[in-house]
């Protein structure tokens, strides 16, 4: 098969403790971002043909998730409104 040494290599190299923390890692952050794209915004299968139309399908969706990934953020830090100072009123004299 071509290129089995470097499947040996990896396949030497995922043996290892570091690389397996590293995997358990990337199975909470990076591989729940592609999960999501599929899941929730039909990233099955591209809609377009074409590298430069797919580059913008997958680049609108990319912006869309970090989007709502900061959006998310000012969720949490925004005060709830217990915590929040009386809003004050405007007076017209």
């Known amino acids: 098969m071509a290129n089995e040494e470097l499947l040996d290599a990896l396949r030497q190299r995922m043996q290892s403790h ?4 590293l995997y358990k890692q990337r199975s909470r952050t990076v591989e ?3 999960a999501d794209l599929k899941e929730h915004r039909g ?3 591209f809609h377009c043909r074409g590298l430069d139309r797919v580059r913008a399908e997958v680049g609108a969706l990319v912006l869309t998730h970090n989007l709502l990934a900061v ?3 000012g969720e ?3 005060p709830s409104p217990s915590d929040a100072s009386p ?3 405007m007076c017209l004299v």
């Open 18 to 21: 570091e690389a397996q923390v």
């Open 32 to 34: 729940l971002n592609f």
């Open 43 to 45: 990233l099955r299968r």
């Open 71 to 73: 959006e998310a953020y």
């Open 76 to 78: 949490q830090r925004r």
């Open 87 to 89: 809003p004050q009123t």
